[in-house]
């Protein structure tokens, strides 16, 4: 049986990458992720084919990851918000060019260069895309160490599966924070050897490239991305649910801001309010359907997020009209205690109360 | 159950590594733990801190806003955290270095001069290790042998002569406490 | 009857969209000519950049994939870093190069990456209209330094020779251009050359190419390689700068 470890996040997912078989990482240090890149020139470098670059830029690394990949090697790079900013091209160019790859954020405080706190306020660029052009990406976002282990294997599938880029969405507290992991037994590779670029050898030449020059050509494969998409979203929506059986109000959250509403649904345990937890694994495609069969019982959904208010807008487009919608954010860096997010609940019902 | 605990004092004191071993040995007794360094800025000039959560069940939040316990090697770190001890928590302070006292009222104190003990024993840098065995004496979570036990796996296979001391480093402190 | 001039299998054979007296074409059948001769057309893998070289998968015959503008370098590292045995070359013109991917460029170079860069140095960016590029030379006009191209104010030109031959990684630094047979020559040679090095394992090559670009220096195929000759190569002068492997280096 696999061992139990207690592993840093950001060493667990490195971990995680390699022991899938990912045989390829390029980054640049940026908080709060470095320990990605270090575990990676310790542990990479030991394997055989497997090759660590420090890049001189985030967008050096995703080109990089780019060539690896149509190469045929399971590759990888990771950053936080600002150098995720700077990969967007790239991650445009992968889908556009429908390369595998797994991006890592370990997201911060933003805008700008902001801080190095754990913050959700790269969920729009996630999950709308990031970069130019008729594109997603798969997003996942983990709120615990095993599942850091355990997604980031997930995520190197996907990505084989659907050809494109996934993200893997979380941010500097799980990057940081120790947890116990037991890492499971990766599946094996299947991508088929028609997609990777070797040299012609006696054969016909091979191109990719994602110009398509005639709108009409272009059109045909924007639509073929999109069917993708659409699959992708009928079939790959994950997600948690947590006391939601008898709930009166559920509360709406991913990663690190789920973990605190767990904590604060605790809290309430002998509050005599019901309160239950939807927590959305995969953050595009949004377990949409799976939300809006739980407004059928459920009638008042607090959304939380450390942000201004982001994943919200995902709610309300599979809510509104069916429930009633709220909002708590604590944008910044900052990160709420359970009790905190425990005492807006209990006011939120109270005011629920006055309305009635 | 729910189990807070702060760590604290200059880098180079071995703050993260008691964190580190304390969490490995609650994890090999069968608990929910979660460990969490400063990272970043907060650990520029020289002061370094960790976070410890031990459960029975899954824990949310590994930050600790109201720690049940606080282990503080230096002056600096009580400063820091003696406010933000819970309520009947209890203050593990470094005799030997820290001259002043808590200011804060309602919690427990306990003084270790873990500096001269670790003189006593013939090594300054086991004083966190000492500072453990009292600190794992007080919480009672598990038995020494599995302390000892995690702080082997952490060092991953130092000399024997290494253990050693810490293990006698180890004891000093756990019977240091009569309770 | 004796074939003298024939389609290098490397090439598909699709008739070239450049410009009338424009350096690709020639830069073009001139890597298809050495890839040939070196029998690697099976496993050579080239990143064409975003410029007018834009399309060069539909001319060449071997695998190709598409490199964002200015990162070839980068996407060329992962591919042959994947693949070692393969040949792998980025083609890029000077803003692609030299504008915004010199970060790529200079890094890659500077790792000592085992792949090689063909260098279109044409003076302007062509694709895009005919801007001022990193290598417009002084008081040359473009479309974006109208009165032509100064100092104070669009700073001076970039010498990429000069600027990789002296990082420790670089192997093989040669600056040729294509305005004459005798040219032509000299310029497949360091081609072929610099494919050879990467072959052997010696390290990063890459051959710049003095290149026309007719339409947008505003001049006749015959003007544009004269200006080559008595203003181009003043600023950029041709030869060898760096060969660690034969050690002729000459300016
Ligand atoms: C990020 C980005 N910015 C701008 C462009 C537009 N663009 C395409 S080619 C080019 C310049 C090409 O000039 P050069 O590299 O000198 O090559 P040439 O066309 O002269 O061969 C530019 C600016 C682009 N494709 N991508
Ligand atoms: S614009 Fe210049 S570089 Fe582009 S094809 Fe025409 S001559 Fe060649």
């Not at chain 1, 790269?122 to 355990?150: K, M, N």
């Not at chain 3, 190069?97 to 960016?125: D, M, P, Q, S, W």
Request: charged share 20%; net charge neutral.
């Amino acid at each position: 049986m696999n061992k139990k470890v207690l592993m840093q996040g950001n060493k667990v997912i490195a971990e995680a990458a390699i022991r899938a078989g990912c045989r390829f990482y390029a980054g640049y240090p940026i908080t709060p992720q470095n320990e990605i890149p270090e575990y990676m020139a310790e542990n990479l470098r030991k394997i055989e084919g497997g090759t660590f670059i420090q890049s001189e830029s985030e967008i050096a690394a995703i080109h990089m990851v780019i060539g690896a990949s149509a190469a045929g090697a399971r590759a990888m790079t990771s950053s936080s918000s600002p150098g995720i900013s700077l990969k967007q091209e790239g991650i445009s160019s992968m889908a556009a060019c429908e390369l595998p790859g797994v991006i890592v954020n370990m997201m911060r405080g933003g805008p700008g260069l902001g801080n190095i706190r754990p913050s959700q306020g790269d969920y729009f660029q996630a999950t709308r895309g990031g970069g130019h052009g008729d594109y997603r990406t798969i997003v996942l976002a983990p709120a615990t160490a095993q599942e850091l282990a355990d997604l980031t294997m997930e995520a190197f599938d996907l990505a084989d599966k659907y050809r494109g880029p996934v993200i893997m969405l979380a941010d500097g507290m799980m990057g940081q924070m120790m947890e116990p992991v037991v890492f499971r037994t990766p599946r094996p590779r299947n991508y088929h050897d028609d997609f990777i670029m070797k040299g012609a050898e006696e054969g016909k030449s091979k191109i990719i490239r994602g110009l398509i020059l005639d709108p009409l050509d272009m059109e045909e494969h924007n639509w073929k991305l999109d069917r993708k998409y659409k699959l992708i979203s009928q079939t790959e929506t994950r997600h948690e649910l947590y006391k939601a059986d008898d709930a009166d109000i559920i509360i709406v959250a991913y990663g690190t801001a789920a973990r605190i509403a767990k904590g604060a649904i605790k809290r309430l345990q002998d509050s005599g309010l019901k309160v239950g937890l939807f927590r959305p694994i995969t953050l595009w495609p949004f377990p949409e359907r799976e939300l809006r069969e739980l407004a059928e019982r459920v009638e008042d959904f607090l959304v939380f997020e450390m942000s201004t208010g982001q994943m919200l807008e995902d709610v309300r487009l599979a809510l509104q009209g069916y429930a009633k919608i709220s909002f708590h954010g604590r944008p910044g860096g900052i990160v709420p205690t359970p009790a905190e997010l425990a005492n807006v609940i209990v006011r939120h019902c109270d005011e629920r109360c006055k309305d009635i | 159950m729910m189990i807070k605990s702060i760590f604290s004092g200059f880098g180079g004191q071995g703050v993260l590594m008691m964190g580190y071993v304390f969490a490995h040995g609650a994890m090999s007794k069968g608990y929910q733990v979660t460990y969490l360094p400063a990272y970043g800025a907060e650990v520029r000039g020289g002061t370094a801190n960790c976070t410890v959560a031990v459960a029975d069940e899954e824990i949310a939040s590994p930050i600790a806003s109201e720690p049940d316990y606080v282990v503080a090697l230096n002056t600096p770190s009580l400063y820091t955290f003696q406010n933000r001890i819970a309520a009947e928590g209890t203050l593990f302070l470094n005799s030997s270095i820290i001259n002043i006292r808590p200011t804060r009222q309602g919690i427990n104190v306990v003084e270790i001069p873990c500096g001269e003990m670790a003189e006593k024993i013939g090594n300054p840098r086991v004083s966190n290790t000492v500072m453990m065995g009292a600190f794992i004496k007080k919480t009672g979570l598990f038995s020494p042998d599995i302390y000892m036990k995690s702080l082997e796996v952490v060092m991953g296979g130092k000399k024997k002569s290494v253990m050693e001391i810490n293990r006698v480093a180890f004891m000093a402190g756990y019977d240091f406490l009569n309770i | 009857m004796k074939k003298v001039f024939e389609k290098p299998k490397s090439l598909k054979g699709n008739i070239f969209h450049y410009c009338p007296g424009c350096g690709h074409s020639i830069a073009h059948r001139l890597v298809g000519e050495v890839i040939d001769e070196l029998e690697i057309r099976g496993k050579v893998i080239g990143v064409p950049p975003a410029g007018c070289a834009v399309l060069a998968y539909n001319y060449f015959d071997i695998d190709m994939i598409e490199a964002q503008h200015g990162r070839g370098p980068a996407t060329a590292t992962g591919i042959k870093r994947v693949l070692p045995d393969r040949v792998v070359f980025s083609y890029q013109g000077d803003g692609d190069l030299a504008a915004i991917g010199i970060a790529e460029t200079f890094h890659a170079a500077n790792r000592g990456e085992n792949i090689t860069i063909i260098f279109i140095n044409n003076a302007v960016y062509g694709m895009t209209g005919g801007q001022m590029a990193p290598t417009t030379t002084l008081g040359q006009k473009t479309t974006t330094s109208p009165p032509g191209r100064d100092t104070v104010l669009d700073g001076y030109p970039v010498k990429v020779c000069e600027l990789l031959s002296g990082l420790g990684g670089t192997t093989y630094i040669e600056r040729c251009t294509v305005n004459s047979p005798a040219n032509v020559m000299k310029t497949k040679k360091a081609i072929k050359k610099a494919f050879q090095y990467q072959i052997e394992g010696r390290g990063f090559s890459l051959v710049e190419i003095l290149s026309p670009c007719p339409t947008n220096w505003k001049m006749t195929p015959i003007e544009s390689c004269h200006w080559i000759d008595e203003s181009m190569s003043k600023v950029f002068p041709l030869g060898v700068f760096k060969d660690e492997v034969s050690a002729e280096v000459k300016p």
